[in-house]
Structures are given as structure tokens and as C-alpha cells.
């Protein structure tokens, strides 16, 4: 039985493990897309306080009078921080940011090119489809390397448990005083569990996004509220930057997973026999 788990495991991972890699790596950029956005745009999104604001209602007004035929605003961000401007939101992409204090339009900034490229990678291996619901080769090959990916991770759990206490403790620490290749493997063993959890919550959340099938079940089972939670699920901005920041060491382990994975599994297959 663990000697076909084990060929499950290598005959997932071996075909699909670079697309699952950059799916990772990809995945952990965008997660802080917001910081590093704010921090380049700062022009947008930070204002200097001048005594109280202008009534939200006023600013409303001076924003609608700048909407194009079509256009509304959904919803207002208004930020804590004195120093942040206010945002009017037009759709998911589409902000409106306002001087709170002088009624400035500052503008309606775009995506960062850089960001744009990443998400095309990490949705659609830049193959972007023809529309909203269709289908391309790159957002296939995504969505059947999720799936694999999901098959690793749980056999790769199956093949890692351990059957007494003292395995356990040997199987629950990365070791770097026994050489390299012990530290590779305990970094994909280890590694892969401590982060196992959060890489199946994305990528059973990141399906949605692949097949219409999978998105229709899971609003089935979880019901339309699932809507609004499941985009912060996948991203870990349920809880706040503590949890981002969780996601982000997971996206970046379940990224080396499959190099780490390559590494032990081309010493194994080709050195070691010649030896």
C-alpha cells in the first residue's frame, strides 16, 4: 500500500512540479500586491492630514460629477490612518482615491504592470482566456496541477507520518548539522508538513478560479455567502497581516517543495545506482 502511495506521490509531482513551483511563488508575491502598490503609487494613497476632513457626502458628490456614463460607486474605504486618502470604489479594480481634507480628486490609479504579469502566471501561465467563465490551455494546466497538487500533499503526509514518539521527534525538526542532502529532504519533508494546512486551503480555494464545475459544487455545499469570504481565504487576508504573512511562508515552502522534490528524487534515481 505506502509503495503505491509513494508511486503517487513521484508520479504527480514529477510532470507538474515546476508549473506548481511557479504557482506558489507567484502566489506569495500577490499577497502583499496592496504594501508594495501603496508604497510605489504613495501619491494615491497617502494624503497630509489638514485639520477635518470634508463630510463624506460632499466628497461623493465631487466624485460622481467625475464618472463616466455606467460608472457607480459600490462602496467607500475610509482608512484609520489620517494619513490614508479616502478611497470610493467602482468595482474590484476600479478606485477612486480623494484628498479627504482639500476634496483633490488624486486620481484612479491602474495596476502595476508587474502585478499584472504575475497574476496572468499565476491564474493562466500568461495563456489568459478568451473571457470571463472560459477556458484556456494555461488555465487547464494550472487547475490540473492543483488538483495534483492536492494528491501531494496528502500523500506526501501519508508517507511522512510517523508510527512512535521518538519518529515523531525526528520527523518534526529540520536538521542543518547532518550535511545537505539531509537538510534538503528534511526541508521538503518537514517543510511540506508544518505547511501542508494552509497549501490545501489554497488549493481547494484556488480552484474556484479554474473550473466552473468545482465553483458551482463549492457554492453548493457552502452556500452564495461563501463569496465573500473565499477570496480572503485563499489570500489569508482573513485575519489580518498576521495570517498573510502565514500564507506567504506556506506559498513560499509549497514553491520548493517540488524543487527540493526533483533534488532528492534525481539522487536517488540516477546517482545512487551508479554508485
Not at 457607480?72 to 467602482?90: M, V
Not at 473565499?230 to 520548493?256: E, N, Q
Request: hydrophobic share 45%; charged share 20%.
Amino acid at each position: 500500500m505506502m509503495n503505491i502511495v509513494k508511486q503517487l506521490h513521484i508520479w504527480f509531482s514529477i510532470p507538474l512540479g515546476l508549473v506548481i513551483s511557479m504557482t506558489c511563488f507567484t502566489g506569495a508575491i500577490l499577497i502583499f500586491e496592496k504594501e508594495i502598490t501603496r508604497a510605489i503609487q504613495s501619491e494615491y494613497y497617502y494624503v497630509e492630514p489638514q485639520g477635518n476632513a470634508i463630510a463624506t457626502e460632499e466628497l461623493q458628490a465631487m466624485v460622481e460629477a467625475t464618472l463616466e456614463e455606467g460608472e457607480r460607486i459600490q462602496n467607500i474605504e475610509i482608512d484609520d490612518d489620517p494619513e490614508r486618502s479616502y478611497g470610493f470604489k467602482l468595482g474590484r479594480r476600479q478606485t477612486i482615491y480623494v484628498n479627504q481634507y482639500t476634496g483633490e480628486i488624486l486620481g484612479r490609479p491602474e495596476r502595476l504592470e508587474f502585478f499584472s504579469a504575475t497574476l496572468r502566471m499565476h491564474r493562466w501561465l500568461m495563456d489568459s482566456p478568451g473571457g470571463k467563465g472560459k477556458m484556456s490551455a494555461g488555465k487547464m494546466v494550472v487547475g490540473i496541477s492543483t488538483i495534483a497538487f492536492v494528491v501531494i500533499l496528502i500523500t506526501g503526509c501519508v508517507l511522512w507520518w510517523p508510527k512512535t514518539i521518538k519518529m515523531w521527534l525526528n520527523r518534526s525538526v529540520i536538521s542543518v548539522r547532518k550535511g545537505w542532502h539531509r537538510f534538503w529532504y528534511d526541508l521538503h519533508a518537514v517543510g511540506g508538513i508544518y505547511a501542508t494546512i494552509l497549501l490545501l486551503i489554497m488549493a481547494l480555494t484556488g480552484l474556484v478560479w479554474s473550473f466552473g464545475w468545482y465553483r458551482d459544487g463549492f457554492y453548493a455545499v457552502f452556500g452564495d455567502g461563501a463569496r465573500e469570504w473565499l477570496r480572503a481565504l485563499h489570500t489569508g487576508s482573513i485575519g489580518g497581516m498576521f495570517t498573510r504573512v502565514l500564507w506567504f511562508i506556506a506559498a513560499v515552502i509549497g514553491g520548493t517543495l517540488p524543487l527540493t522534490g526533483y533534488y532528492l528524487w534525481i539522487r536517488r534515481k540516477f546517482f545512487r545506482r551508479k554508485r
